[in-house]
Each structure stands twice: as structure tokens, then as C-alpha cells.
């Protein structure tokens, strides 16, 4: 007999997002992804001065600012004409490298882990290690007091490593442990990093249109640079083995290939590698249908023509539907008929699209990352790559650019002294169009300006949580994570923590996507789960 399981909210995600499954059979059969707040962004903008949305733009969330930033200045950068200086190039190049570091590290070890780890493990720990002393006491302490926080509570699982019984012992567990409290330090270091040349974080005032903010120094060139190579020591020796600990249990193989979304994969693309954007060292393109080893790379132009946003399902009016972003309009409807989300569902050519760290990894077919996939048997068939790929994506792009990062830092240097902003971008026209379209952490987001009479006469924002979390278009059609939920393994309806882990491995961002509290639920059976 099918049951209705409604995660409301689903919590160690930013914003909040309501996830109803239908299970039947030990597996799910039917989901449906509901952001439950309301985003009025947009809206705010009319009528303000163009660079007013670089700084709005950045509030959208407090975990993204730095991506939201840096897609307002390439929209105004293309609706002024600028040509963007090499070291404004670099400097975001690096800037947003250092955030993409901080973010994935952030994922993994405070947002994902627990999914994976019994942090109770500690209190058994006998080693000499002093955070996880610390840790260990404190665990006691709580646990004497009938208060295990801050680790809990939590979905009960028989596969987590160290529990009694589980996956994997208690001296792994309590090493993942103090890698999460080392991440902490790490985190710190890659904001530090990019807070040298863009002031502070989060919202910075280090970006502009036409360029940045802050000249490039062999002072702050070499602080920058430091900070790099602490964290690529770090990336390489623990973060990325971590990954590769976790997605070789047995118990978690299945893991490999549950929670596929379809097949579609999209990136923009992200750190530009010459002036005029063409090449990039994350490319631009799509995989179509699973034909992951047959990329198309169709530039972002005709990437952004075939954008449109579906509102069957969301709670905007009718004029609103299949829009192309250039000429969208944000109109909220209130108890709409057969709506439930505030998130519209962007679709390319008809089709749902995954965006972020695996569609991206998988568009560049980078060999290393392509090996560890094809070792995982992830390249026979069925070709379908579910929750822990993402999380091995995510980490393998911070090996990438933990790496690459000093060698653009070196390019930065060979350039001081140069120009770090166009003029023109302070020259508003009185009608221009632009857009900004980047790939953050999450993945492909998009910024639209229409300035007109030199005020914002239309601004759209399509961000990665709005592509994944998508609710049903008006097709019928499932966004990915609705997708990714079918089929997924549920053997406990009391505890349905695999529903967690594949939700969690896209790194939702309501707040990017959605913003004033909708109080209407009807779950069936709910969970609150930290």
C-alpha cells in the first residue's frame, strides 16, 4: 500500500524546501518538490539604477552572494559594452575559485556528512587528538544530560560509519569527525582569500561593472596565493580522499546510481580563460537523454534562446508561463489551482536540466574524473549517476581548481600595474539588454537586465536550486530532483534517510530561488529533521 512521506522542512540546506515522496513497495514511486517561500527580488529592482543590482542581487542569500555578484557584473557588463581588463578577468577568475572551494568544502563535511557518519562515535575515542577530546567530552556531557545536540537528532540508519553494527569503525568515524572540524579552518581560509580583494564577505564591494575594485599587489597577489596552497594541500590529502572512503562502502553502492535525475546535464561554463569569455577552463555545453560521452557544446547565446520558465505548478500567474528570461515577469498568484512551489521550472528545449558539480564534471570530461567514474563501473550501462557522483564531483572540482588557482594567482602578478576596469561600464545606456550567465557551486545561474530610460526596467534571475528543485512543468515533465527521488530506495518509512542524502547531494539554495514563508502544508506523515 503506497504512504505519503512529507520532509517539511528539509533542514542542512539553505532556505526551505518542502520534499513530499510517495513510497510503495520499499521504494519511492511519485515526488514532488515544493519551495515554500517567495522571492520578490525582482520585483524590487524595477525602477532602480542599474548598478543597484550588482548589491540587491548579492542579498538574495547569505551563502551565495559572492556567484549572484559576480552574474549581475557580467549582465552589466554586456549591457554596457564593456571589454573586461585581463586583471578584472583574473581577479574574479580567482575570487570565485576561492568560493567554489569554501562552498564545496562547506557541503560535504557541515551539510552532508551526518548522512554518512555516527559523530557519537567520539565518545568511544581514546586517541590524543585534542578537538576530538574536546568533542568527545562534550558528546558525554550532553549525552549524560539526555541532550545529544548538536550532531542530533537525525533519521536512525543501520549503515552509518561507526555506528555499532554499521559500516566501516569507530576510528574512521571518529577520523571523518575531525575532518569536519578541520574544515572549518579550511572554510575560513578560502573566504579570507577571496576577502583580499573584495573587501569582506558576504555581500563584497569588490566587483563592478567593467571590472573590480582592488589593484593587484605583490602583497596581496602572495597572501592570496598562500592561502591556495595551504588549501590544495588540504583538498588533495583529506577532502577528496574522504570522498573516495565514503563511495567505496559496500553498503552505500547503491548510492552510485540511485538517485539519477534523467540523464540532462547543463553548464554555462565559469572562469573565463581570454578577454572575450570564448574559452573557458569549466566549459559551456549539455549531455541530452544519458549520452554522457557525446557533449554538445552550443554556445551560452544559443543556450539562453532556448530558456524558458514553466508556472503550471507554481504559484505565479498564467502570464507568466513558458517565458524565455530576457522577457520574463515575476507575478505572484496565491492558492493558484495545481500549484506548489514558488519555484518556476526553467526548462532548455522542453527538457528538465541537472545543473551543477556532476552535469559540469561531466561536460568537461576531464580524464581524471572520468577514470574514477569508469573504475566506479559508472560507465556501463546503464549509464546513471546518483548521490555520492555528485558529492565525488563536487570534490574533484575543488582538487581542480585548488590547483589551479596559484598558476592564475602567477598570471595576476605578471600583470600589476595594469587596467582593472573599463569606464563604459559607468556609461548607462538609456535601452540595452544584457545577461549574465555563470556557473557558481550550485551550478547554472543566470542574470537578465533590461534597462530602460537608464533605469532596470525588467530584471530576471534563474538560479541552480531553480533548475534542480523545479517542480512539474506544464507538460507534466518532473524537474530533476523530483526525478532523482523515483525509484530510490525507502526501506524504513520511519526513517527515510535516503530521501535526505539524494536531496542533499544537489546542495539546495531556496533562498536563492524563493524568499517569503507560504504557511500551507498537508503532509500526510512529516518529519523535522536538523
Known amino acids: 500500500m503506497a504512504e505519503i512521506i512529507s520532509i517539511d522542512p528539509l533542514t542542512r540546506i539553505e532556505g526551505h524546501l518542502r520534499i513530499d515522496v510517495e513510497v510503495e513497495g520499499g521504494r519511492v514511486v511519485d515526488a514532488w518538490s515544493s519551495g515554500t517561500m517567495f522571492r520578490g527580488i525582482e520585483m524590487l529592482l524595477q525602477d ?14 547569505g551563502v551565495c552572494p559572492l556567484v549572484h555578484g559576480t552574474a549581475s557584473s557580467y549582465a552589466l557588463d554586456d549591457a554596457t559594452g564593456v571589454k573586461l581588463p585581463d586583471n578584472a578577468r583574473l581577479i574574479r577568475n580567482l575570487t570565485l575559485g576561492a568560493n567554489f572551494i569554501q562552498s564545496h568544502v562547506l557541503h560535504f563535511y557541515h551539510l552532508a556528512a551526518l548522512d554518512y557518519v555516527d559523530p557519537l562515535a567520539v565518545a568511544d575515542y581514546t ?7 574536546t568533542l568527545r567530552d562534550k558528546f558525554r556531557r550532553l549525552a549524560a544530560e539526555k541532550d545529544p545536540y548538536f550532531f542530533l537528532p537525525r533519521y536512525e540508519s543501520p549503515d552509518y560509519i561507526g555506528q555499532p553494527g554499521g559500516p566501516g569503525d569507530p576510528d574512521l568515524a571518529c577520523e571523518l569527525v575531525s575532518h569536519y572540524v578541520q574544515a572549518l579552518e579550511m572554510r575560513k581560509k578560502a573566504q579570507e582569500a577571496l576577502t583580499i580583494f573584495y573587501g569582506r564577505m558576504p555581500s563584497f564591494v569588490g566587483t563592478v561593472p567593467g571590472g573590480v575594485t ?27 580522499q574522504d570522498i573516495l572512503t565514503v563511495a567505496q562502502v559496500p553498503e552505500y553502492q547503491e548510492l552510485l546510481r540511485a538517485g539519477d535525475s534523467g540523464g540532462n546535464y547543463l553548464a554555462y561554463g565559469a572562469f573565463d580563460l581570454d578577454a572575450a569569455g570564448k ?8 549531455i541530452i537523454g544519458g549520452d554522457v560521452l557525446n557533449t554538445r557544446k552550443p554556445g551560452r547565446d544559443e543556450i539562453a534562446k532556448q530558456i524558458t520558465e514553466s508556472v503550471q505548478h507554481s504559484w505565479y500567474t498564467p502570464e507568466c508561463e513558458g517565458l524565455n528570461p530576457r522577457e520574463g515577469k515575476t507575478e505572484p498568484e496565491l492558492g493558484k489551482k495545481d500549484a506548489y512551489s514558488f519555484l518556476k ?7 528538465p536540466m541537472e545543473v551543477g558539480p556532476l552535469a559540469r ?18 560507465l556501463t550501462e546503464p549509464l546513471e549517476f546518483g548521490i555520492l557522483p555528485r558529492h565525488a564531483a563536487r570534490a574533484y ?18 600583470g600589476i600595474g595594469g587596467d582593472i576596469w573599463d569606464p563604459k561600464g559607468a556609461e548607462i545606456p538609456d535601452e540595452s539588454y544584457g545577461k549574465g550567465m555563470v556557473d557558481g557551486p550550485r551550478g547554472a545561474l543566470g542574470h537578465w537586465i533590461h534597462i530602460q530610460g537608464k533605469t532596470i526596467g525588467n530584471y530576471q534571475c534563474v538560479v541552480p536550486t531553480t533548475w534542480n528543485a523545479s517542480p512539474r512543468d506544464k507538460s507534466g515533465n518532473r524537474g530533476p530532483i523530483e526525478s532523482s527521488l523515483v525509484g530510490l530506495p525507502v526501506p524504513d518509512v520511519d526513517n527515510p534517510i535516503n530521501v535526505a542524502r539524494c536531496v542533499r547531494s544537489f546542495d539546495p539554495c531556496i533562498a536563492c530561488a524563493v524568499h517569503v514563508i507560504h504557511p500551507e502544508h498537508n503532509g500526510v506523515k512529516e518529519f523535522r529533521i536538523i
Not at 582592488?214 to 577528496?240: C, G, H
Open 127 to 133: 586517541g590524543s587528538s585534542l578537538p576530538l577530546i
Open 361 to 378: 564534471q561531466l561536460v568537461m570530461q576531464e580524464p581524471g574524473f572520468m577514470s574514477l567514474v569508469d573504475r566506479l563501473g559508472l
Open 397 to 414: 572540482e575543488a582538487v581542480l581548481l585548488a590547483a589551479k588557482l596559484p598558476e592564475w594567482t602567477d598570471e595576476l602578478q605578471a
Open 279 to 286: 574559452d573557458k577552463f569549466f566549459p559551456t555545453g549539455l
Open 214 to 240: 582592488t589593484k593587484p599587489t605583490i602583497s596581496n597577489t602572495t597572501a592570496f596565493k598562500a592561502r591556495m596552497q595551504e588549501l590544495q594541500q588540504w583538498v588533495n590529502d583529506v577532502y577528496w
Open 48 to 61: 532602480k539604477h542599474p548598478w543597484d543590482a550588482q548589491q540587491v542581487t548579492e542579498r538574495i542569500c
Open 345 to 351: 521550472a526553467p526548462r532548455l528545449g522542453g527538457r
